[in-house]
Protein backbone atom coordinates (compact mmCIF):
# COMPACT_ATOMS: atom_id res chain seq x y z
CA UNK A 1 0.00 0.00 0.00
CA UNK A 2 1.33 3.68 -0.91
CA UNK A 3 1.74 5.87 1.84
CA UNK A 4 -0.58 8.02 0.60
CA UNK A 5 -3.60 5.39 0.12
CA UNK A 6 -6.03 5.07 2.66
CA UNK A 7 -7.39 1.99 3.89
CA UNK A 8 -10.60 1.46 3.37
CA UNK A 9 -13.54 2.06 1.56
CA UNK A 10 -17.79 0.79 2.30
CA UNK A 11 -20.05 1.74 -0.18
CA UNK A 12 -23.70 1.47 0.13
CA UNK A 13 -25.16 1.06 -3.26
CA UNK A 14 -28.91 1.59 -4.16
CA UNK A 15 -31.93 3.65 -4.32
CA UNK A 16 -34.93 4.39 -1.90
CA UNK A 17 -37.26 2.06 -4.57
CA UNK A 18 -37.88 -0.71 -1.68
CA UNK A 19 -35.17 -3.08 -1.35
CA UNK A 20 -33.01 -1.27 -3.28
CA UNK A 21 -32.70 0.68 -0.58
CA UNK A 22 -30.37 -2.17 1.76
CA UNK A 23 -26.74 -0.93 1.09
CA UNK A 24 -27.96 3.02 1.59
CA UNK A 25 -29.40 1.48 4.85
CA UNK A 26 -25.84 -0.11 6.02
CA UNK A 27 -24.01 3.09 4.83
CA UNK A 28 -26.16 4.96 7.30
CA UNK A 29 -25.76 2.40 9.23
CA UNK A 30 -22.57 2.80 9.66
CA UNK A 31 -22.42 6.67 8.93
CA UNK A 32 -23.01 7.14 12.32
CA UNK A 33 -19.98 6.13 13.64
CA UNK A 34 -16.04 6.38 13.23
CA UNK A 35 -13.98 3.87 12.41
CA UNK A 36 -10.21 4.51 11.57
CA UNK A 37 -8.99 4.27 8.01
CA UNK A 38 -12.43 3.60 6.57
CA UNK A 39 -14.78 5.93 5.13
CA UNK A 40 -18.31 5.20 4.45
CA UNK A 41 -20.24 6.67 1.39
CA UNK A 42 -23.56 5.70 -0.10
CA UNK A 43 -23.61 5.63 -3.77
CA UNK A 44 -26.03 4.99 -6.94
CA UNK A 45 -23.98 2.36 -8.35
CA UNK A 46 -23.58 4.38 -11.57
CA UNK A 47 -20.03 2.69 -12.65
CA UNK A 48 -18.28 5.18 -13.81
CA UNK A 49 -18.44 7.10 -11.05
CA UNK A 50 -18.11 4.20 -9.04
CA UNK A 51 -14.89 3.69 -10.73
CA UNK A 52 -13.49 6.57 -9.82
CA UNK A 53 -15.09 6.83 -6.00
CA UNK A 54 -12.64 3.85 -4.87
CA UNK A 55 -9.45 5.27 -6.77
CA UNK A 56 -6.69 5.55 -4.24
CA UNK A 57 -8.19 2.99 -1.79
CA UNK A 58 -6.69 -0.14 -0.51
CA UNK A 59 -9.53 -2.06 -0.24
CA UNK A 60 -13.39 -1.50 -1.56
CA UNK A 61 -16.55 -2.79 0.28
CA UNK A 62 -19.36 -2.83 -1.84
CA UNK A 63 -22.75 -3.69 -0.22
CA UNK A 64 -25.87 -3.99 -2.93
CA UNK A 65 -29.39 -5.15 -3.47
CA UNK A 66 -29.54 -8.36 -4.92
CA UNK A 67 -32.08 -9.80 -7.30
CA UNK A 68 -31.18 -13.00 -8.65
CA UNK A 69 -34.74 -14.89 -7.62
CA UNK A 70 -33.26 -16.57 -4.93
CA UNK A 71 -35.35 -16.08 -1.28
CA UNK A 72 -35.42 -12.87 0.30
CA UNK A 73 -32.59 -12.02 2.47
CA UNK A 74 -30.10 -14.73 1.18
CA UNK A 75 -26.38 -13.13 1.43
CA UNK A 76 -24.15 -13.46 -1.11
CA UNK A 77 -19.86 -12.21 -1.02
CA UNK A 78 -17.59 -12.35 -3.71
CA UNK A 79 -14.15 -11.41 -3.82
CA UNK A 80 -12.88 -9.90 -6.86
CA UNK A 81 -9.65 -11.82 -6.62
CA UNK A 82 -11.03 -14.71 -7.18
CA UNK A 83 -14.64 -14.70 -8.15
CA UNK A 84 -16.18 -12.27 -10.96
CA UNK A 85 -18.82 -10.62 -10.15
CA UNK A 86 -22.50 -11.62 -12.02
CA UNK A 87 -23.84 -9.15 -14.02
CA UNK A 88 -26.85 -10.35 -13.50
CA UNK A 89 -26.84 -10.81 -9.64
CA UNK A 90 -26.51 -6.95 -8.09
CA UNK A 91 -29.60 -5.13 -8.20
CA UNK A 92 -27.89 -1.91 -10.50
CA UNK A 93 -25.80 -4.13 -12.81
CA UNK A 94 -28.60 -4.68 -15.28
CA UNK A 95 -28.36 -1.05 -15.93
CA UNK A 96 -26.01 -0.44 -18.53
CA UNK A 97 -22.93 0.21 -16.55
CA UNK A 98 -23.17 -1.18 -12.95
CA UNK A 99 -21.45 -2.25 -9.67
CA UNK A 100 -20.28 -5.75 -11.57
CA UNK A 101 -19.27 -3.97 -15.16
CA UNK A 102 -17.24 -1.53 -12.56
CA UNK A 103 -15.28 -3.77 -11.30
CA UNK A 104 -14.29 -5.76 -14.32
CA UNK A 105 -13.72 -3.06 -16.11
CA UNK A 106 -11.48 -1.49 -13.58
CA UNK A 107 -9.55 -5.16 -13.44
CA UNK A 108 -9.04 -4.45 -17.34
CA UNK A 109 -7.72 -1.11 -17.02
CA UNK A 110 -5.94 -2.18 -14.03
CA UNK A 111 -7.49 0.28 -11.90
CA UNK A 112 -9.24 -2.40 -9.34
CA UNK A 113 -8.13 -1.66 -5.35
CA UNK A 114 -6.41 -4.52 -3.76
CA UNK A 115 -8.97 -6.01 -2.86
CA UNK A 116 -12.59 -5.35 -3.48
CA UNK A 117 -15.68 -7.39 -1.62
CA UNK A 118 -19.16 -7.71 -2.63
CA UNK A 119 -21.66 -8.32 -0.30
CA UNK A 120 -24.59 -8.38 -1.80
CA UNK A 121 -28.34 -9.09 -0.07
CA UNK A 122 -31.29 -10.68 -2.42
CA UNK A 123 -34.15 -8.27 -2.15
CA UNK A 124 -37.83 -8.70 -3.36
CA UNK A 125 -39.48 -5.49 -4.63
CA UNK A 126 -37.64 -2.73 -6.27
CA UNK A 127 -40.83 -0.15 -6.96
CA UNK A 128 -40.71 3.22 -6.45
CA UNK A 129 -42.49 4.14 -3.37
CA UNK A 130 -41.70 0.75 -2.07
CA UNK A 131 -40.55 0.00 1.92
CA UNK A 132 -37.79 -1.95 2.60
CA UNK A 133 -38.90 -5.50 3.47
CA UNK A 134 -38.60 -6.08 7.23
CA UNK A 135 -36.36 -8.87 6.92
CA UNK A 136 -33.97 -7.22 5.16
CA UNK A 137 -33.75 -4.36 7.68
CA UNK A 138 -32.99 -6.98 9.94
CA UNK A 139 -29.87 -7.67 8.47
CA UNK A 140 -28.48 -4.62 8.65
CA UNK A 141 -26.65 -4.54 11.85
CA UNK A 142 -25.11 -7.84 11.06
CA UNK A 143 -24.00 -6.79 7.30
CA UNK A 144 -22.82 -3.64 8.13
CA UNK A 145 -20.58 -5.67 11.10
CA UNK A 146 -19.59 -7.72 8.18
CA UNK A 147 -18.58 -4.68 6.16
CA UNK A 148 -16.58 -2.83 8.95
CA UNK A 149 -14.79 -6.61 9.23
CA UNK A 150 -14.10 -6.72 5.62
CA UNK A 151 -12.95 -3.26 5.38
CA UNK A 152 -10.23 -3.57 8.28
CA UNK A 153 -8.54 -6.38 7.24
CA UNK A 154 -5.27 -6.60 5.95
CA UNK B 1 -40.67 -25.07 -45.38
CA UNK B 2 -37.70 -23.63 -43.63
CA UNK B 3 -38.31 -21.59 -40.84
CA UNK B 4 -36.59 -19.53 -37.89
CA UNK B 5 -37.13 -17.67 -34.81
CA UNK B 6 -34.97 -15.12 -33.68
CA UNK B 7 -35.45 -14.40 -29.77
CA UNK B 8 -34.17 -11.99 -27.24
CA UNK B 9 -35.83 -11.54 -23.44
CA UNK B 10 -35.31 -10.67 -20.30
CA UNK B 11 -34.27 -7.20 -19.97
CA UNK B 12 -34.64 -5.88 -16.48
CA UNK B 13 -34.54 -2.42 -14.69
CA UNK B 14 -34.53 0.82 -15.83
CA UNK B 15 -37.47 2.31 -18.19
CA UNK B 16 -39.19 -1.10 -18.86
CA UNK B 17 -38.45 -4.77 -18.80
CA UNK B 18 -38.34 -6.00 -22.45
CA UNK B 19 -37.14 -7.98 -25.19
CA UNK B 20 -37.65 -9.35 -29.15
CA UNK B 21 -38.93 -11.71 -31.01
CA UNK B 22 -38.80 -12.15 -34.83
CA UNK B 23 -40.32 -15.02 -36.29
CA UNK B 24 -39.54 -16.13 -40.06
CA UNK B 25 -41.02 -18.46 -42.53
CA UNK B 26 -39.84 -19.13 -45.95
CA UNK B 27 -37.49 -16.45 -46.63
CA UNK B 28 -40.49 -14.15 -44.91
CA UNK B 29 -41.22 -12.64 -41.15
CA UNK B 30 -44.38 -13.49 -40.23
CA UNK B 31 -43.90 -11.37 -37.10
CA UNK B 32 -42.16 -9.08 -34.94
CA UNK B 33 -42.67 -7.98 -31.31
CA UNK B 34 -40.19 -5.82 -29.25
CA UNK B 35 -41.85 -6.67 -26.02
CA UNK B 36 -41.92 -4.03 -23.09
CA UNK B 37 -42.90 -3.42 -20.15
CA UNK B 38 -42.99 0.01 -18.89
CA UNK B 39 -42.83 0.81 -14.89
CA UNK B 40 -42.82 4.71 -15.66
CA UNK B 41 -46.31 4.48 -16.95
CA UNK B 42 -47.47 4.37 -13.14
CA UNK B 43 -46.04 7.57 -12.59
CA UNK B 44 -48.83 9.51 -14.48
CA UNK B 45 -50.60 7.86 -11.72
CA UNK B 46 -48.47 8.63 -8.99
CA UNK B 47 -48.50 12.44 -10.17
CA UNK B 48 -52.31 12.93 -9.53
CA UNK B 49 -53.10 14.67 -6.17
CA UNK B 50 -49.52 15.59 -5.75
CA UNK B 51 -48.24 19.29 -6.25
CA UNK B 52 -47.25 20.78 -9.65
CA UNK B 53 -43.71 21.82 -7.92
CA UNK B 54 -43.56 18.03 -7.57
CA UNK B 55 -43.43 16.84 -10.77
CA UNK B 56 -39.82 17.35 -11.62
CA UNK B 57 -38.26 15.52 -8.38
CA UNK B 58 -41.14 12.45 -9.09
CA UNK B 59 -40.39 11.84 -13.27
CA UNK B 60 -36.43 12.17 -12.83
CA UNK B 61 -36.59 9.20 -10.86
CA UNK B 62 -38.35 7.86 -14.00
CA UNK B 63 -34.69 7.06 -15.33
CA UNK B 64 -31.49 6.93 -13.85
CA UNK B 65 -29.99 8.22 -17.11
CA UNK B 66 -31.97 10.90 -18.08
CA UNK B 67 -33.54 12.66 -15.27
CA UNK B 68 -32.73 15.86 -16.61
CA UNK B 69 -35.26 15.54 -19.57
CA UNK B 70 -37.77 14.38 -17.03
CA UNK B 71 -37.37 17.49 -15.32
CA UNK B 72 -36.85 20.13 -17.79
CA UNK B 73 -40.17 18.93 -19.67
CA UNK B 74 -42.21 18.44 -16.48
CA UNK B 75 -41.34 22.24 -15.69
CA UNK B 76 -41.77 23.68 -18.89
CA UNK B 77 -45.06 22.02 -18.20
CA UNK B 78 -45.66 23.90 -15.52
CA UNK B 79 -44.42 27.15 -16.42
CA UNK B 80 -46.99 26.71 -19.19
CA UNK B 81 -49.57 26.76 -17.19
CA UNK B 82 -48.82 29.22 -14.54
CA UNK B 83 -47.14 31.62 -17.47
CA UNK B 84 -44.30 31.56 -16.39
CA UNK B 85 -41.18 32.66 -18.50
CA UNK B 86 -37.78 31.31 -17.78
CA UNK B 87 -34.64 33.16 -19.76
CA UNK B 88 -31.53 34.73 -19.60
CA UNK B 89 -28.93 33.15 -17.09
CA UNK B 90 -31.45 30.58 -16.03
CA UNK B 91 -32.41 29.16 -19.15
CA UNK B 92 -28.78 29.39 -20.34
CA UNK B 93 -28.16 26.95 -17.22
CA UNK B 94 -30.99 24.20 -18.09
CA UNK B 95 -28.90 24.11 -21.49
CA UNK B 96 -25.93 23.64 -19.18
CA UNK B 97 -27.38 20.80 -17.04
CA UNK B 98 -28.86 18.93 -20.72
CA UNK B 99 -25.77 19.03 -22.10
CA UNK B 100 -24.03 17.14 -19.17
CA UNK B 101 -27.12 14.99 -19.48
CA UNK B 102 -25.57 14.44 -23.27
CA UNK B 103 -22.33 13.98 -22.89
CA UNK B 104 -23.01 11.27 -20.00
CA UNK B 105 -25.62 9.07 -21.95
CA UNK B 106 -24.15 9.39 -25.48
CA UNK B 107 -20.52 8.83 -24.03
CA UNK B 108 -22.25 6.09 -22.36
CA UNK B 109 -23.59 4.53 -25.04
CA UNK B 110 -21.76 5.24 -27.48
CA UNK B 111 -18.25 3.50 -26.00
CA UNK B 112 -19.54 1.19 -23.63
CA UNK B 113 -23.10 -0.40 -25.50
CA UNK B 114 -22.83 0.44 -28.80
CA UNK B 115 -18.96 0.20 -29.75
CA UNK B 116 -18.58 -3.19 -28.71
CA UNK B 117 -21.06 -4.11 -31.90
CA UNK B 118 -19.02 -2.96 -34.29
CA UNK B 119 -15.81 -3.59 -32.91
CA UNK B 120 -16.79 -7.91 -32.23
CA UNK B 121 -16.86 -7.48 -28.33
CA UNK B 122 -19.43 -9.15 -26.18
CA UNK B 123 -19.62 -6.18 -23.87
CA UNK B 124 -17.20 -2.86 -22.54
CA UNK B 125 -15.35 -5.19 -20.22
CA UNK B 126 -13.79 -6.75 -23.06
CA UNK B 127 -13.00 -3.89 -25.35
CA UNK B 128 -11.21 -2.33 -22.00
CA UNK B 129 -9.00 -5.26 -22.44
CA UNK B 130 -8.03 -4.64 -25.84
CA UNK B 131 -8.45 -0.94 -26.06
CA UNK B 132 -7.86 0.05 -22.59
CA UNK B 133 -6.82 4.20 -23.48
CA UNK B 134 -9.97 4.17 -25.29
CA UNK B 135 -12.00 3.16 -22.65
CA UNK B 136 -10.23 5.27 -20.11
CA UNK B 137 -10.71 8.36 -22.00
CA UNK B 138 -14.67 7.11 -22.88
CA UNK B 139 -14.91 6.82 -18.44
CA UNK B 140 -13.61 10.40 -18.40
CA UNK B 141 -15.84 11.99 -21.00
CA UNK B 142 -18.60 10.58 -19.20
CA UNK B 143 -17.49 11.47 -15.78
CA UNK B 144 -17.29 15.59 -17.25
CA UNK B 145 -21.07 15.14 -18.01
CA UNK B 146 -21.58 13.30 -14.51
CA UNK B 147 -19.54 16.31 -13.06
CA UNK B 148 -21.38 18.71 -15.16
CA UNK B 149 -25.03 17.39 -13.94
CA UNK B 150 -23.25 17.34 -10.11
CA UNK B 151 -22.33 20.86 -10.20
CA UNK B 152 -25.54 22.50 -12.06
CA UNK B 153 -28.11 19.62 -10.52
CA UNK B 154 -26.77 19.10 -7.32
CA UNK B 155 -25.67 15.53 -8.08
CA UNK B 156 -25.15 13.57 -11.38
CA UNK B 157 -28.34 11.15 -11.06
CA UNK B 158 -31.42 12.25 -10.21
CA UNK B 159 -30.67 16.17 -9.65
CA UNK B 160 -31.77 17.74 -7.02
CA UNK B 161 -30.85 21.39 -7.24
CA UNK B 162 -34.12 21.22 -10.22
CA UNK B 163 -37.52 23.45 -9.65
CA UNK B 164 -40.30 24.92 -11.12
CA UNK B 165 -39.27 28.53 -12.23
CA UNK B 166 -35.22 27.89 -12.42
CA UNK B 167 -33.20 26.41 -9.56
CA UNK B 168 -32.90 26.27 -5.90
CA UNK B 169 -29.13 27.61 -6.16
CA UNK B 170 -27.62 28.99 -9.21
CA UNK B 171 -23.91 27.88 -9.39
CA UNK B 172 -21.21 30.80 -8.64
CA UNK B 173 -18.75 31.78 -12.17
CA UNK B 174 -16.13 30.46 -10.44
CA UNK B 175 -17.44 26.90 -10.19
CA UNK B 176 -18.62 26.65 -13.68
CA UNK B 177 -15.18 27.99 -14.61
CA UNK B 178 -13.31 25.32 -13.23
CA UNK B 179 -14.91 23.09 -15.97
CA UNK B 180 -13.70 24.87 -18.70
CA UNK B 181 -10.09 23.14 -19.20
CA UNK B 182 -12.44 19.55 -19.06
CA UNK B 183 -14.71 20.87 -21.71
CA UNK B 184 -12.29 21.63 -24.23
CA UNK B 185 -10.55 18.20 -23.91
CA UNK B 186 -14.05 16.52 -24.09
CA UNK B 187 -14.37 18.30 -26.77
CA UNK B 188 -11.54 17.50 -28.27
CA UNK B 189 -12.28 13.60 -27.57
CA UNK B 190 -15.55 13.71 -28.96
CA UNK B 191 -13.82 15.15 -32.63
CA UNK B 192 -11.40 12.05 -32.11
CA UNK B 193 -14.82 10.01 -31.28
CA UNK B 194 -16.44 10.99 -34.30
CA UNK B 195 -13.47 10.06 -36.60
CA UNK B 196 -12.86 6.81 -34.51
CA UNK B 197 -16.74 5.50 -35.04
CA UNK B 198 -16.90 6.39 -38.52
CA UNK B 199 -14.18 4.43 -39.29
CA UNK B 200 -16.14 1.19 -38.48
CA UNK B 201 -18.04 -1.07 -40.57
CA UNK B 202 -22.09 -0.45 -41.15
CA UNK B 203 -24.52 -2.83 -42.46
CA UNK B 204 -26.19 -1.36 -45.81
CA UNK B 205 -29.46 -0.66 -44.06
CA UNK B 206 -31.65 2.82 -45.18
CA UNK B 207 -34.87 3.91 -44.97
CA UNK B 208 -37.14 6.60 -45.85
CA UNK B 209 -38.36 7.38 -42.21
CA UNK B 210 -39.84 10.17 -40.97
CA UNK B 211 -37.93 11.78 -38.46
CA UNK B 212 -39.53 14.10 -35.72
CA UNK B 213 -37.91 16.52 -33.43
CA UNK B 214 -37.74 19.95 -32.21
CA UNK B 215 -36.64 22.68 -33.88
CA UNK B 216 -35.80 26.25 -32.13
CA UNK B 217 -35.23 29.27 -34.81
CA UNK B 218 -31.68 29.68 -33.77
CA UNK B 219 -30.12 26.40 -31.60
CA UNK B 220 -29.60 22.72 -31.73
CA UNK B 221 -32.84 21.64 -29.80
CA UNK B 222 -32.84 21.19 -26.24
CA UNK B 223 -35.30 22.42 -24.14
CA UNK B 224 -37.87 24.27 -26.66
CA UNK B 225 -38.83 24.44 -30.26
CA UNK B 226 -41.54 23.34 -32.39
CA UNK B 227 -42.01 20.03 -34.22
CA UNK B 228 -41.27 19.28 -36.93
CA UNK B 229 -40.58 16.47 -39.49
CA UNK B 230 -39.19 15.88 -42.87
CA UNK B 231 -43.16 14.99 -44.28
CA UNK B 232 -43.54 18.62 -43.04
CA UNK B 233 -45.29 18.20 -40.00
CA UNK B 234 -45.02 21.79 -38.04
CA UNK B 235 -46.67 22.39 -35.06
CA UNK B 236 -46.86 23.79 -31.67
CA UNK B 237 -46.73 21.86 -28.69
CA UNK B 238 -50.15 22.30 -28.23
CA UNK B 239 -50.86 20.54 -31.37
CA UNK B 240 -49.40 17.15 -30.17
CA UNK B 241 -51.96 14.77 -29.24
CA UNK B 242 -54.05 15.93 -32.40
CA UNK B 243 -51.20 14.49 -34.00
CA UNK B 244 -49.71 11.46 -32.35
CA UNK B 245 -51.38 8.81 -30.76
CA UNK B 246 -50.41 5.92 -28.39
CA UNK B 247 -52.19 2.42 -29.34
CA UNK B 248 -52.00 -0.61 -27.26
CA UNK B 249 -50.33 -3.96 -28.77
CA UNK B 250 -51.30 -6.94 -27.14
CA UNK B 251 -47.87 -8.33 -27.13
CA UNK B 252 -46.53 -5.08 -25.04
CA UNK B 253 -47.39 -3.58 -22.16
CA UNK B 254 -45.94 -0.48 -23.79
CA UNK B 255 -48.14 1.84 -25.85
CA UNK B 256 -46.59 2.17 -29.55
CA UNK B 257 -46.65 6.21 -30.33
CA UNK B 258 -47.92 6.52 -33.85
CA UNK B 259 -48.68 9.93 -35.94
CA UNK B 260 -52.26 9.79 -36.32
CA UNK B 261 -51.95 9.32 -40.40
CA UNK B 262 -48.60 8.11 -41.66
CA UNK B 263 -47.99 6.07 -38.92
CA UNK B 264 -44.14 4.98 -37.35
CA UNK B 265 -41.70 7.59 -36.87
CA UNK B 266 -38.31 8.00 -35.60
CA UNK B 267 -36.95 10.08 -32.83
CA UNK B 268 -33.38 11.25 -31.84
CA UNK B 269 -30.00 12.28 -32.39
CA UNK B 270 -30.61 10.95 -36.27
CA UNK B 271 -33.86 12.82 -36.40
CA UNK B 272 -32.23 16.33 -34.63
CA UNK B 273 -29.19 15.82 -37.18
CA UNK B 274 -31.07 15.20 -40.18
CA UNK B 275 -33.86 18.01 -38.97
CA UNK B 276 -31.61 20.85 -37.36
CA UNK B 277 -27.83 20.37 -38.84
CA UNK B 278 -27.73 24.00 -39.66
CA UNK B 279 -28.34 24.50 -35.57
CA UNK B 280 -24.94 22.83 -35.14
CA UNK B 281 -21.81 24.79 -34.36
CA UNK B 282 -19.19 24.89 -36.85
CA UNK B 283 -16.70 22.45 -35.06
CA UNK B 284 -19.66 20.05 -35.04
CA UNK B 285 -20.91 20.51 -38.86
CA UNK B 286 -17.33 20.46 -39.25
CA UNK B 287 -16.28 17.34 -38.10
CA UNK B 288 -19.44 15.45 -40.06
CA UNK B 289 -18.12 16.78 -43.20
CA UNK B 290 -14.79 15.16 -42.83
CA UNK B 291 -16.50 11.80 -41.96
CA UNK B 292 -18.48 12.00 -44.75
CA UNK B 293 -21.54 11.76 -42.41
CA UNK B 294 -24.24 12.00 -45.58
CA UNK B 295 -27.22 14.32 -44.41
CA UNK B 296 -29.89 13.51 -44.49
CA UNK B 297 -28.37 10.03 -42.99
CA UNK B 298 -30.88 7.27 -42.85
CA UNK B 299 -28.99 4.52 -41.59
CA UNK B 300 -29.82 4.20 -38.21
CA UNK B 301 -26.81 1.84 -37.87
CA UNK B 302 -24.69 5.32 -38.26
CA UNK B 303 -26.56 6.72 -34.99
CA UNK B 304 -23.51 6.10 -33.62
CA UNK B 305 -21.35 9.10 -35.79
CA UNK B 306 -24.32 11.11 -35.06
CA UNK B 307 -24.44 10.61 -31.48
CA UNK B 308 -20.24 11.39 -31.13
CA UNK B 309 -21.55 14.59 -33.46
CA UNK B 310 -24.05 15.54 -30.69
CA UNK B 311 -21.11 15.24 -28.35
CA UNK B 312 -19.16 18.03 -29.85
CA UNK B 313 -22.35 20.18 -29.69
CA UNK B 314 -23.03 19.22 -26.33
CA UNK B 315 -19.23 20.12 -24.97
CA UNK B 316 -19.57 23.23 -27.34
CA UNK B 317 -22.60 24.87 -26.34
CA UNK B 318 -21.21 23.80 -22.59
CA UNK B 319 -18.20 25.80 -23.00
CA UNK B 320 -20.11 28.88 -24.61
CA UNK B 321 -22.77 28.70 -22.00
CA UNK B 322 -19.95 28.94 -19.10
CA UNK B 323 -17.86 31.51 -20.65
CA UNK B 324 -21.07 33.75 -21.43
CA UNK B 325 -21.94 33.10 -17.79
CA UNK B 326 -23.18 35.93 -15.39
CA UNK B 327 -25.15 34.67 -12.81
CA UNK B 328 -28.32 35.38 -12.10
CA UNK B 329 -29.64 37.67 -8.98
CA UNK B 330 -32.20 34.95 -8.26
CA UNK B 331 -31.76 31.15 -8.77
CA UNK B 332 -35.72 30.82 -9.80
CA UNK B 333 -38.59 32.66 -11.05
CA UNK B 334 -41.14 32.73 -8.00
CA UNK B 335 -44.06 30.85 -9.66
CA UNK B 336 -47.74 30.78 -8.55
CA UNK B 337 -50.20 28.14 -9.47
CA UNK B 338 -53.17 28.60 -11.40
CA UNK B 339 -55.67 26.40 -12.84
CA UNK B 340 -54.91 24.78 -16.22
CA UNK B 341 -53.17 22.84 -18.67
CA UNK B 342 -49.98 22.83 -20.13
CA UNK B 343 -47.31 20.56 -22.19
CA UNK B 344 -43.69 20.46 -22.08
CA UNK B 345 -41.29 18.78 -24.97
CA UNK B 346 -37.60 18.46 -24.81
CA UNK B 347 -35.09 16.51 -26.54
CA UNK B 348 -34.14 13.53 -24.67
CA UNK B 349 -30.73 12.15 -25.36
CA UNK B 350 -32.61 9.43 -27.20
CA UNK B 351 -35.72 11.61 -28.20
CA UNK B 352 -38.38 13.88 -27.68
CA UNK B 353 -39.39 13.56 -24.14
CA UNK B 354 -43.35 14.81 -23.79
CA UNK B 355 -45.27 15.76 -20.76
CA UNK B 356 -48.73 17.61 -20.33
CA UNK B 357 -49.98 18.24 -17.21
CA UNK B 358 -53.95 19.54 -16.19
CA UNK B 359 -53.49 21.05 -12.65
CA UNK B 360 -56.25 23.10 -10.44
CA UNK B 361 -56.16 26.22 -8.97
CA UNK B 362 -53.82 24.88 -5.73
CA UNK B 363 -51.82 23.52 -8.23
CA UNK B 364 -52.43 20.04 -7.27
CA UNK B 365 -52.28 17.77 -10.47
CA UNK B 366 -55.62 16.37 -11.08
CA UNK B 367 -54.19 14.47 -14.54
CA UNK B 368 -50.60 13.51 -16.22
CA UNK B 369 -49.29 12.19 -19.57
CA UNK B 370 -45.71 11.38 -20.21
CA UNK B 371 -44.76 9.79 -24.09
CA UNK B 372 -41.07 8.63 -23.45
CA UNK B 373 -39.01 8.78 -26.93
CA UNK B 374 -38.81 4.68 -26.42
CA UNK B 375 -42.50 4.31 -26.75
CA UNK B 376 -42.20 6.95 -29.46
CA UNK B 377 -39.46 4.86 -31.51
CA UNK B 378 -41.15 0.97 -30.67
CA UNK B 379 -42.87 0.35 -34.03
CA UNK B 380 -40.07 1.53 -35.83
CA UNK B 381 -37.67 -0.65 -34.15
CA UNK B 382 -40.04 -3.80 -35.08
CA UNK B 383 -40.30 -2.94 -38.48
CA UNK B 384 -36.04 -2.39 -38.69
CA UNK B 385 -35.96 -5.52 -37.67
CA UNK B 386 -38.87 -6.87 -39.95
CA UNK B 387 -36.39 -5.44 -42.97
CA UNK B 388 -33.01 -6.33 -41.64
CA UNK B 389 -33.92 -9.95 -41.03
CA UNK B 390 -35.93 -10.58 -44.49
CA UNK B 391 -32.92 -8.79 -45.92
CA UNK B 392 -30.58 -10.91 -44.75
CA UNK B 393 -31.55 -14.40 -44.41
CA UNK B 394 -28.52 -15.57 -45.31
CA UNK B 395 -27.05 -14.89 -42.00
CA UNK B 396 -26.40 -17.57 -39.71
CA UNK B 397 -28.03 -17.54 -36.90
CA UNK B 398 -25.49 -16.19 -34.39
CA UNK B 399 -24.76 -13.29 -36.46
CA UNK B 400 -28.51 -12.43 -37.64
CA UNK B 401 -29.18 -12.41 -33.88
CA UNK B 402 -26.27 -10.31 -32.98
CA UNK B 403 -27.29 -7.68 -35.24
CA UNK B 404 -30.78 -7.85 -34.43
CA UNK B 405 -29.80 -7.10 -30.89
CA UNK B 406 -27.61 -4.18 -32.77
CA UNK B 407 -30.43 -2.72 -34.95
CA UNK B 408 -32.38 -2.33 -30.92
CA UNK B 409 -29.03 -0.58 -29.76
CA UNK B 410 -29.16 2.28 -32.89
CA UNK B 411 -31.94 3.71 -31.05
CA UNK B 412 -30.57 3.81 -27.56
CA UNK B 413 -33.70 3.27 -26.16
CA UNK B 414 -33.65 3.04 -22.61
CA UNK B 415 -34.43 -0.85 -22.52
CA UNK B 416 -30.47 -0.50 -24.31
CA UNK B 417 -29.44 0.12 -20.62
CA UNK B 418 -29.39 -3.55 -20.21
CA UNK B 419 -28.80 -4.56 -23.99
CA UNK B 420 -25.39 -6.06 -23.59
CA UNK B 421 -26.93 -8.58 -20.73
CA UNK B 422 -29.46 -9.83 -22.69
CA UNK B 423 -30.59 -13.46 -23.01
CA UNK B 424 -30.47 -14.74 -26.28
CA UNK B 425 -32.33 -17.96 -27.37
CA UNK B 426 -32.79 -18.81 -31.07
CA UNK B 427 -35.06 -21.47 -32.36
CA UNK B 428 -34.88 -23.05 -35.77
CA UNK B 429 -38.45 -24.38 -35.93
Known amino acids: MNSDQRRGLIVGVGTEHGDDAFGLLVARHLASRTFDGVDVITHSGEGASLMEAWQGYDCAVIVDAAQSGAPIGTRYRFDTSVDRVPTKTLRYSTHAFGVAEAIETARALNRLPRRVIVIGVEGGSFHPGASIDSRLELLVRDVAAEAIVEATRH | MSSRTIKVEALARVEGEGGIQVKVKAGKVENV ?303 TPREGAGRGCTEAPRGILYHRYKIDHDGIIQDARIVPPTAQNLRTIEQDLARYVEANQSLGQDDLTWQCEQAVRNYDPCISCATHALKVSIDRG
Open chain 2, 33 to 335: KVVIFEPPRFFEAFLRGRRYDEAPDITARICGICPVAYQMSSCHAMEAICGTTVDGQLRELRRLLYCGEWIESHALHVYMLHAPDFLGYEDAIQLAGDYPEIVKKALELKKIGNDLMALVGGREIHPINVRVGGFYRAPAKVELAAMLDKLKWARDVSIETTRFVSGFNFPAFEYDYEFVSLRHPSEYPLCEGRLVSNRGLDIDLSEYESQFAEEHVEHSNALHSVHVERGTYFVGPLARYNLNFDRLPASAQQIAREVKLELPCRNPFRSIIVRSVELVFACEEAIRIIEAYDPPPRSFVAV
